[in-house]
């Protein structure tokens, strides 16, 4: 299984990115995604994640301005980021779980800057 992540880049503050997702395999249908985001001498945290049934949940700070969804017959999974702040500024990294294990992407590093 692969995850192939996409679509950061350099914005300014209160501007939007759209991050995907690409995976190989047969299990995300099945599986439960994420993305996370990690700064230099942080861990990583958890920003959003959709369950394979559909429930979201979100980092506080991020609620009302990001939007996690997923398209099944692409295996895709997408973050919808707006209004955009300088503390947004992370490498952001897709994850999938599956019977218990997990998948990661590579990373792609979204920055806030004006």
């Known amino acids: 299984v692969q995850l192939q992540a996409s679509g950061g880049g350099l914005v300014q503050p209160g501007g939007s990115l759209r991050l995907s997702c690409v995976t190989s395999g047969n299990i995300f249908s099945g599986s439960d995604v994420g993305w996370y985001r990690q700064t230099p001498g942080k861990q990583r945290e958890l920003v959003a994640a959709?369950?394979?049934?559909?429930?979201?949940k979100y980092l506080d700070s991020v609620k009302g301005r990001f939007s996690i969804s997923r398209d099944n017959a692409k295996k895709t999974v997408f973050l919808q980021m707006d209004s955009l702040k300088p503390e947004d500024t992370a490498v952001y990294y897709c994850n999938m779980q599956w019977a218990f294990r997990n998948y990661w992407g590579q990373g792609t590093l979204v920055t806030v800057s004006s």
């Open positions: 959709m369950t394979s049934g559909g429930v979201r």
